[in-house]
Nanobody, 126 residues
Framework: QVQLAESGGGLVQAGGSLRLSCVAS????????MAWFRQAPGKEREFVAS????????YYADSKKGRVTISRDNAKNTAYLQMNSLKPEDTAVYYC???????????????????WGQGTQVTVSS
């Protein structure tokens, strides 16, 4: 089992930036693909970005490409989500997720992830 803990959320004005962090417990972080999802009030949880365990291949939701960057530091058991040019529509709870599955093209569905953090709130003001 892996436990995930997100941090870095907060209140930011439109156009600003935030970097979210996800710290994973255990010593096998490197075997998991990592991802970020978000869920706005009244909406479904949606995929934001993912990064593979070995190659570091990254995958982004089409609507997020160019504004977010996912990265990981296996030595620190940490995944990151850099978000730039934030918009009020980006307001959501952001969740870190991990999966040991091998999914061609990257896992983008909630059910493909086995472990989830508690979420960190991101609020973007206009």
């Amino acid at each position: 089992q892996v436990q995930l803990a997100e941090s870095g959320g907060g209140l930011v004005q439109a156009g600003g930036s935030l970097r979210l962090s996800c710290v994973a417990s255990g010593r096998t972080f490197r075997i998991y693909d990592m991802a970020w999802f978000r869920q706005a009030p009244g909406k479904e949880r949606e995929f934001v970005a993912s990064i593979s365990r070995n190659s570091g291949n990254t995958y982004y939701a089409d609507s997020k490409k160019g504004r977010v960057t996912i990265s990981r530091d296996n030595a620190k058991n940490t995944a990151y989500l850099q978000m730039n040019s934030l918009k009020p529509e980006d307001t959501a709870v952001y969740y870190c997720a991990a999966t040991g599955r091998t999914v061609v093209g990257g896992a983008r569905k909630e059910y493909e992830y086995d472990y989830w953090g508690q979420g960190t709130q991101v609020t973007v003001s206009s």
